[in-house]
């Protein structure tokens, strides 16, 4: 399979984040994306592209406008106040009373337009995720185009996605790359299309975009909401509403869960995904459930990643993975394209 890969993503470095009463490191740095591209091709798993433009439409097709507005103007709004450190949002609606109305001053944009305060907006910002959504589009137009190393490819986006949702930033996430990515896999003829979740965290946002909606069936495998972020979405008993209800499938596993309980629920959403009857898959793939992660508490290791892709040989054609989370830089890039020779290796 083939990537897509912009250099673009350097141009977002956040720097900090708050974490644990500290502003501390970003945990979310450019080096992540440059050792899966190192490890892609190291291992000589396929070509790698750098994506067109396809521009804005494929984003707001899943994004609000005022939304993306603010994204691109977020920073030259900061600049104005404040000039040396990075926009973090420090105060939110937190759901009080009726609908809040968009705030004037930048302050409140941000925490309007966010869910958390460890995911920053500097100078490079909309354009790093721009491309980052663009390496999504391009992996999902090629597949289509049945071009270019056949029916699965890599998307190998920073920042991440998972946690964005159509209106909101968080979890280091700007615009959500794998709904967009499955988004534009209907609008190119895919009938229902497939979101397997498997980044350590809840992809909150992913399920907030497709909940009333049964033509995106959406599963994820995830640290129990009880114990870790995103805290507020992920639990079991989380369905989906409307035309959406059995269209969400949330499986959360207990801190410390190692390879066999982990391949079990696996092998728990493969079957659901295989009874939904979708015609496409998009994977968000984070390897930040390796037991060396520095946020996050599962425990698997490094040939546990090929066993996931062997599994994943079960999910409909064509596959389009895209990178996600995954914070153990030295082992991040070995660890997501295990799972990639996993798949080009497994029995179907
Ligand atoms: N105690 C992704 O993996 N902070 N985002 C967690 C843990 C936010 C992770 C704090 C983690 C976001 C794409
Ligand atoms: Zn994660």
Redesign the pocket.
Known sequence: MDAWYSDHHQAHDAQSEL?GGQLTASHETPLRAERVLDAFLEAGVGLVHTPPDAGLAPILAVHDADYIDFLRGAWDAWRAIERKHPALPTVWHAGLGPPAERPRHIEGQLGYYAM?A?SAIVAGTWTAAYWSAQCAIAAASSLMQGAEGGSAAFAICRP?G??ATARAMG???YLNNAAIAAQHLRALGQPRVAVLDI???HGNGTQSIFWQRDDVFFASLHADPHD??PYFSGHARERGEGDGLGATLNLPLPPGTQAPEYLAALEQALDAIEAAGCTATVVSL?V?TFERDP?SRFKLREGDYAQIGVRLKRLPRPVLFVF??GYATGEVGTNAVGVLRGYEAGIE
């Open positions: 974490l958390d460890a991440p998972h946690h979890g280091y996430c980044d350590y965290h870790d972020y984070g930040d946020i996600e989370g």
